[in-house]
């Protein structure tokens, strides 16, 4: 293999292409930078491409996203590889970093690709679409969403059966078994990191029945369910098909919580409940919506007037964090809470019950770090060095930090981290260390 | 190694590392399930809690599958029942 | 033959009311198909003639979806989007045209819901003028 | 006039095709006048149809491209970016929406939807016809930023300019630097208090020969726009010279005979007329406040450094870029709001930080010795009734925070918070979980029934009907009350007059967008950062300081920019200036010129925004928006207006 | 209108209490309880009023003692505040207060005066003996009607009179009109607590530690029957005897499995526990142990020449009897009882 490695050289290395990685990467190709972008999945544009409407001015998170991403893919200063993965980041001295990229195999020539489909309607397989939150299935063969960039198909080979048929008619003939994982070797002057954040994972709480009781659901699958390419066309209960019409919001799900190691808040539930509740009342007209909180969190521009705007419009509050939750045969939950107001234990029943699932780091970012330790504060985020004054410096010197992999935050909040970041990480390209 | 052909480099593929036990049950499965699930709408529109009762397939499954058949054009959603409550289903035309 | 729908020529704006209309689409909010929008970057930049002649051109009714205070223009946009109005609806006395076929209401960027009932209130009206 | 158009219809799979008839919509639009080409596709803005549509207007030298397709807000500029790309000038591409305006919002009615859409490509056509090519406004761009206010958020992007290699002018409207950070103690998250902050960002600044500091300034005009920003700025004098003897000033200070309240602790003590905040303020020496200075003279005596004779001076910087960090004003509570300006004994959480800050040992206040403090949050904030409905953002933390080093500092504490719901959001939560381990007792009320404050003989009760209590009303007898005062705008509203910055709803400065662009105004070149754009704490106020640098950086760093040509033309011929335009125009970009003997408006265009708002109010219908003009309308209207 | 007591917190902590400072009120712990229902609802409330020092609110309150510590709002508790344990502290303190005399409070906040008390009561017990010049039958004679009389001084000194303060505090106090006849009908209630703590059932965790509490309250009864009532020490009746022996195992056993959970802390119930909840059990476990090695030793024939193995059981009888029992945690069984007993009576 070690023949095969390319090697190349930018001004920057960004790890991950979501919102924040995306952002710094543009602000650094507009300044006459170039950059490497790299990001995991197979599309860039993170977990806000996915998102149905952002808070508090309800924009369509898609129209706000893919004129950036259309940005970031045509911009000359940017290259971006998906799928691919940064194994390792050395420094080797003042604005000289080395880092080991791996492109894996898409099985598919991205440039020859038209995204026709064909491939996808002839792929027999059908496994559970990530990108949907696997409510419903997918290709092994497949585009991973109408509006991924590149949009381009690709085949999830773990699950392919080798058969042949997509081949057989792409009319451009691009799927290509016989990709290899392909290494480049990089030089970089800085770097910085954007790896985003976990959803926590509410299995980790079995009183709330996730996994067991089908009406549950995390407030990701939810957001699915109400974005414009939304996997039911409709709002459904994903245990029986029913419209659902009275609906639960339980916030602090996995945040704030010690007995799940994430004692903080994830500062986004709060709002994106309350954003969902709103969109639900749109799309629901007939259903009430309930958000069960300990307190409602809407600090920033706008938002405590997004939260009364919900309130006038019919959505339920009520003080009282979800104790345990209990199936009924028809499919609907009886959820167990303390009304605080009232001071009373209560019983309600929902037919669905949304988890607001909260903010966890993600912690694959600090290892690929050799030589220099890049440092994670004490919940496993990235550490900030100089949280006041210079709040994206890292432990390395060069290495900087942009979005939620430093801690929990919202959407305008990491992207003005990430222009933190890439003003930080101009300065010092320009400064020369 | 040989070149292989473009157009039919699966085949490739599949001499070199072969294909996973569990990725062909996956597709077995499911072209059974979709088998029966279109089987089953041949006699008429069907909701999914009636789809579960016929096909003894826990609801949640039946929705998968049909959301998916639903995707890739091969049933079509019909009406809502009165109580607006479940939809039936047909097959596309 | 009786007319089904109005004709309606609707003057949104680029930044505003454009998206609001968008996304009266996107939500599948239907109204009429002879509902047509020009998005120009402000309504307070309208000219009245364009609107005298969209009545010259046969069109029922024109709608102005303003931006009200969201205007990104500053905040004499509501004002001076009211005093073009009021040009134009002299304007349409003069020539014997009824004011009330123009109407305008700010519609914010996310104001689709309301976009759609002032347009299928707006049809109704005209529909009703016109036949008798 | 374009005579070799190509037209795309977009399936935009099935989205359009499933309610549009997309084929009928190309057979009725190849006979229009002046389509060469014709085309539907499936998507058109995959790559495959990009690279398609440039070598079709490459191979047939089309002369305008329209793409009937989706919402132009998502692809206008892809397709504009196509045309670039094939050498043909962006602004003969039209879009039209025949999506979200038309398959989506018709999926009832088909053949409607398909009319619909043969007119509006149609009315497309009629357009690109009559468009023109144009090219950006290419104007020269001094690299050079101001920044407006030197606290930690325009301090911090002063810094960050600098080492960009962007020379900065930083002006200060006070004599000392630092704004709000240098009034608090320890701050939250890294035990350095404000000072400390506030002197190692002083330093990095002194050290720097590309950053100019003027402090005691105050902007007071604005001749320019964008690139060329010329700014005229009023500075006061210090009335010390620059080489002072520390120890004769100390005297001076000592000597001085007036005695005015002190700003820099929120009035809960007094200062000299000549004075400092701190022994070791930035810049390091004092000032005279001129105002309340009676000229004694009795300062002069024992200070040679005193000079009464420095005079105000004008000064101009030329920019290309301004940053306004302007930061923020605590709010001031009304008379009897909370027992507000009734008791001594309430104050507010700045002046409380004050408080902590000057007691050592023990917390002693007026005389008495503090031991039992309640708090009252949301003050100015949230508000029912009132015009401060947003949350403060900062305040929970922030007094959470001051009542755990009251604690720390002073022993005996006992902290009773009367809240709306604690809203220590993200990391922050550890601090209310470990002031709750401290033992401090927080209450609840809602909006509608906040805890009510009495004073009887001095004496402060504080009720509140506690939800977490079952409603039970529980009252505290405090020796201090705490006022948790929310953050409003500058009272100052003159520097945003001077560059015409669009408030929000919260009467804080506006981003054009919160998440598109946070950090730019609709006022081309200018940029904010810091609270002065919505509560924020230090480390959002510095990360948005740091993004508005680089934006501000983009707009010099090139020297020169270019703007949208979409702007106002004026048709002299037709202009016999009677200043209507001028007046509706928002952005002072109308100018009367003489030209020969014909007084006729004129246009600046780099300042021009291209609202159009002149247009309806010539009464000789002299101007035209470009893109817009009569022309182009009126044949739209009449393309809509075609039988099918 | 009430004014908050933050000194209450600190007195709360010297019954065991602790964290509960911690509680953001978020009613978790009211939610997975199972005992909690709309009409009871706790622990969290019991948690607030604690914090803000509410004592009257608490001393009228019997939610305490409707809690029966199965741990889950501990378990689940999302700030840590120890809900179980404040509820125990609870109980703990409401004994003090109930108690006229002040000596459980003293022996609950102290560890310092417990032992000495213990150590008072052993030396008494071994100066009596001496006094006797450790004549074995007279001693056992004087324990037998030491025993009787303990049992009725204790109750009706100690006991009864704090079981009317209790009422007094539950019932009396807030004003609360209940018709004699209902004191009587509702007897039934108290008893069949008393004897079952039947509630426990209703907890969430496992029904063994029910029966097994069950086993060891009837084993307890038996021993104190055979042994006051039927004099087993003395006792020829064979089926007094084996009788005798099987509710001494019993207790033993019993109190064996409680020990070694305690120090395996397996429940959350256990993991936080005080000396008190130690010395009781350890105590009920000496108490079987040494009563069965007395009658096993008289039934050799050996325990003339082991006088001292029946001193040790009269000091621990002892100790049990004057200590733990009148200020012990022996009393929970009590006012257990009495708490759902005046709980029917409130609630009709």
């Not at chain 1, 600090?299 to 309130?311: P, R």
């Not at chain 4, 491209?65 to 692809?75: E, F, M, T």
Request: glycine share 6%; hydrophobic share 40%.
């Amino acid at each position: 293999m070690a023949d095969n490695i390319k090697t190349s050289s930018y001004d920057a290395l960004v790890i991950g292409a979501g919102i924040a990685g995306g952002e710094a990467a543009l602000n650094l190709a507009n300044n006459g930078y170039s950059v490497l972008l790299v990001e995991k999945d197979l599309s860039v544009g993170g977990k806000m491409i996915l998102l149905s409407k952002v808070f508090p001015t309800l924009d369509c998170a898609a129209c706000i996203t893919t004129p950036k991403v259309s940005e970031i893919s045509r911009h000359p200063g940017i290259t971006i590889y998906t799928g691919s993965e940064v194994r390792r980041v050395v420094k080797k001295s003042e604005n000289n970093f080395e880092a080991e990229v791996v492109k894996h195999p898409r099985y598919v020539i991205e440039d020859d690709c038209t995204a026709c489909q064909l491939c996808e309607q002839a792929c027999p397989v059908v496994v559970k679409d990530q990108y949907q939150y696997n409510l419903v299935g997918r290709k092994a063969a497949f585009i991973p969403f109408s509006i991924a960039s590149p949009r381009v198909a690709a085949i999830d080979i773990e699950n392919c059966t080798l058969c042949g048929a997509c081949e057989k008619v792409c009319p451009t003939k691009c799927i290509d078994f016989t990709m290899e994982p392909e290494e480049f070797l990089v030089s970089v002057g800085t770097v910085i990191v954007a790896t985003g954040f976990r959803l926590f994972d509410p299995l980790n709480m079995p009183r709330y029945g996730y996994g067991e009781y089908k009406n549950v659901l995390t407030s990701m699958e939810m957001e699915r369910q109400l974005a414009p390419t939304r996997p039911f066309n409709t709002i459904l209960r994903p245990g029986d098909g029913k419209m659902p019409d009275k609906l639960a919001y339980v916030l602090c799900t996995g945040s704030r919580d010690a007995t799940v190691g994430n004692p903080i808040c994830s500062q986004i539930c709060c709002m994106y409940s309350i954003k969902q509740a709103q969109l639900l009342m749109g799309a629901l007209p007939m259903a009430d919506v309930t958000i069960y909180y300990i307190n409602i969190r809407s600090f920033g521009k706008g938002f405590e007037e997004f939260y009364e705007q919900a309130k006038g419009m019919g959505v339920n509050f009520i003080k009282g964090k979800i104790g345990k939750i209990t199936e009924k045969e028809n499919g609907n939950l009886v959820l167990r809470y303390e009304d605080i107001n009232e001071n009373r234990l209560r019983e309600a029943e929902h037919d669905m019950v949304i988890l607001s699932v909260g903010v966890l780091p993600n912690p694959d970012a600090a290892s690929i770090f050799q030589g220099e330790e890049l440092k994670l504060d004490h919940l496993n985020f990235i550490g900030q060095a100089r949280p006041l004054a210079n709040p994206s410096e890292t432990s390395i010197k060069g290495v900087f930090v942009a979005g939620t992999a430093s801690g929990p935050m919202d959407i305008p909040d990491s992207i003005l981290s990430a222009g933190s970041a890439s003003s930080e990480a101009m300065s010092y390209l320009i400064r020369k260390g | 190694m040989e070149e292989a052909e473009k157009g039919k480099t699966s085949r490739y593929l599949r001499d070199k590392k072969g294909v996973s036990e569990e990725a062909r049950e996956n597709l077995k499965k499911f072209t059974r399930i979709r088998k029966s699930i279109l089987d089953a709408l041949k006699e008429g529109e069907m909701t999914i809690a009636q789809l579960s009762q016929k096909l003894s397939m826990p609801g949640h499954e039946v929705v998968f599958y049909l959301m998916t058949l639903v995707k890739y054009g091969q049933v079509q959603t019909g009406e809502i029942d009165d109580m607006d409550e479940y939809y039936s289903y047909k097959l596309k035309k | 033959m009786e007319k089904k729908s109005a004709r309606i020529l609707v003057f949104s704006t680029e930044k505003i009311s454009d998206p609001a209309i968008d996304m009266a689409g996107l939500l599948k909010l239907h109204y009429p198909p002879t509902v047509y929008t020009i998005a120009v970057p402000c309504s307070s930049g309208i000219k009245p003639r364009w609107i005298m002649h969209a009545y010259e051109q046969g069109f029922d009714g024109v709608f102005i979806a303003a931006d009200g205070s969201d205007c990104t223009y500053g905040e004499s946009c509501t004002e001076k989007t009211g005093r073009l109005v009021e040009v134009t609806h002299q304007m349409m006395k003069g020539r014997n045209i009824d004011p009330a076929r123009l109407r305008m209401a700010a519609i914010c960027s996310v104001c689709s819901e309301s976009f759609v009932k002032q347009i299928k209130s707006f049809n109704q009206y005209l529909l009703q003028s016109t036949k008798s | 006039m374009n005579k070799r158009l190509g037209v795309y219809i977009c399936h935009c799979g099935g989205n359009i095709s499933d309610y549009v008839d997309v084929e009928k919509v190309k057979e009725s639009i190849e006979g229009e006048e002046g389509v060469f080409l014709a085309k539907t596709t499936m998507f058109a803005c995959s790559d495959a149809t990009q690279k398609e549509m440039v070598e079709d207007i490459r191979n047939n030298n089309l002369d305008g491209l329209v793409v009937a397709s989706c919402s132009p807000k998502l692809h206008l500029l892809t397709f504009r970016a196509v045309s670039e790309r094939a050498l043909l000038n962006k602004y003969n591409y039209v879009h039209a929406n025949i999506r979200e305006q038309g398959s989506w919002a018709h999926s009832d009615d088909k053949a409607g939807a398909t009319a619909k859409a043969i007119q509006l490509v149609r009315s497309a056509v009629a357009k690109v016809r009559l468009a023109r090519s144009l090219d950006p406004i290419i104007i020269p761009s001094k690299k050079a930023v101001a920044v407006i206010g030197a606290g930690v958020a325009g301090m911090r992007a002063a810094i960050e300019l600098s080492d960009m290699g962007c020379p900065v002018t930083l002006i200060e409207r006070e004599h000392f630097v630092g704004g709000r950070t240098s009034q608090w103690d320890i701050l939250f998250t890294t035990n350095q208090t404000g000072k400390e902050l506030v002197t190692k960002l002083y330093n990095d600044i002194a050290g720097r020969d590309n950053i100019t500091l003027i402090t005691g300034a105050e902007v007071i005009s604005n001749t320019g726009s964008i690139g060329d920003f010329v700014l005229k700025i009023r500075v006061t004098p210090r009335y010390i010279m620059d080489k002072c003897d520390e120890n004769n000033l100390a005297k001076a200070i000592e000597v001085c005979p007036v005695v005015v309240p002190d700003n820099f602790n929120f009035t809960i003590t007094s200062r000299k007329a000549i004075y400092h905040n701190f022994p070791s303020e930035y810049p390091h020496y004092p000032v005279i406040d001129i105002e309340n200075c009676t000229r004694c003279g009795e300062c002069e005596k024992v200070c040679k450094s005193v000079d009464f004779s420095q005079q105000e001076q004008i000064v101009e910087v030329n920019v290309g870029s301004v940053m306004m960090a302007t930061g923020f004003d605590p709010y001031t509570p009304g008379e009897g709001e909370f027992g507000y300006k009734l008791s001594d004994f309430a104050v507010t959480l700045p002046q409380f930080k004050r408080i902590t800050d000057l007691n050592e040992g023990r917390l002693v206040y007026k005389g008495k010795e503090i031991r039992n403090i309640a708090y009252i949050y949301c003050v100015g904030s949230r508000q029912s009734e009132g015009d401060n409905n947003y949350c403060s953002r900062y305040c929970c933390t922030s007094a959470i925070h001051a009542s755990l080093e009251a604690k720390r500092k002073f022993s005996n504490i006992s902290n009773f918070h009367f809240t709306r719901g604690v809203r220590t959001y993200g990391k922050q939560e550890l601090l209310y979980a470990e002031s709750l381990r401290m033992g401090d007792i927080y209450f609840q009320a809602y909006e509608e029934n906040p805890p009510s404050v009495d004073v009887n003989n001095g004496e402060i009760s504080v009720s509140i009907n506690d939800i977490m209590t079952g409603g039970r009303e529980i009252t505290v007898e405090p020796d201090l009350l705490v006022l948790v005062t929310g953050m409003v705008p500058r009272s100052d509203n003159s520097v945003a007059s001077i560059f015409k910055l669009p408030k929000g709803r919260d009467r804080f400065f506006n981003e054009i967008h919160m998440k598109l662009r946070p950090v730019e105004t609709v006022i081309d070149g200018i940029t904010i950062c810091g609270a002065c754009q919505g509560p924020k704490n230090i480390t959002e106020s510095v990360n948005s300081a740091l993004s508005a640098a680089a934006k501000s950086f983009s707009f010099v760093n090139k020297g020169q920019l270019a703007l949208e040509p979409i702007i106002a033309e004026v048709d002299k011929e037709t202009c016999n200036w009677c200043g209507k335009c001028q007046e509706a125009c928002p952005f002072d970009a109308v100018k009367m010129v003489k030209e020969g003997e014909k007084e006729v408006a004129v246009i600046n265009n780099s300042v021009c925004k291209g609202c159009g708002m002149c247009l309806p109010v010539c009464p000789v219908n002299a101007i035209d928006l470009i893109a817009f003009s009569d022309n182009e309308i009126e044949n739209m209207i009449d393309a809509l207006s075609s039988n099918i | 209108m009430a004014a908050v007591n933050t000194a209450f917190s600190r007195e709360l902590s010297k019954f065991g209490a602790f964290d509960f400072n911690a509680c953001y009120n978020c009613g978790n712990c009211t939610a997975v309880c199972s005992l909690s229902n709309e009409t009871d609802s706790f622990p969290r409330e019991m948690i607030r009023f604690s914090v803000l020092g509410l004592e009257d609110d608490i001393k009228g309150s019997l939610k305490p003692w409707l809690c029966y510590y199965c741990g889950e709002c501990t378990t689940h508790c999302p700030q840590q505040a120890e809900p179980g344990e404040l509820m125990m502290s609870l109980r703990r303190w409401l004994t003090s207060v109930y108690d006229w005399t002040g000596l459980s409070g003293l022996l609950y906040r102290s560890l310092t005066a417990t032992v000495a008390a213990m150590t008072a009561v052993a030396l008494g017990v071994l100066a009596y003996a001496f006094h006797e010049d450790l004549h074995l039958e007279k001693i056992m004679h004087t324990g037998h009607l030491f025993e009787m009389v303990a049992i009725a001084a204790v109750f009706s000194v100690i006991l009864l009179p704090n079981l009317v303060r209790m009422w007094y505090f539950i019932i009396l106090k807030p004003g609360l009109r209940i018709p004699v006849k209902k004191y009587i009908t509702s007897l039934a209630d108290l008893f069949i607590h008393m004897f079952t703590q039947k509630r426990t059932l209703g907890c969430d965790d496992s029904q063994v530690r029910w029966f097994e509490h069950l086993v060891l309250v009837f084993g307890y009864l038996g021993l104190l029957f055979t042994t006051v009532f039927l004099d087993w020490f003395s006792s020829d009746s064979a089926f007094v005897i084996t009788l005798g022996y099987v509710v001494s195992i019993i207790i033993f056993t019993v109190t064996i499995i409680f020990v070694g959970e305690r120090i395996a802390r397996k429940r959350e119930m256990n993991s936080k526990s005080q000396p008190s909840d130690w010395m009781f059990v350890v105590w009920l476990f000496l108490m079987g142990i040494s009563a069965f090695a007395v009658r096993l030793f008289s039934d050799l024939g050996i325990l003339e020449s082991n006088t001292w193995l029946y001193l040790t059981h009269l000091i621990i009888l002892a100790q049990w009897a004057l200590v733990i029992v009148p200020f012990g945690k022996w009393t929970h069984f009590l006012y257990r009882s009495f708490a759902m007993y005046f709980d029917k009576l409130k609630k009709s």
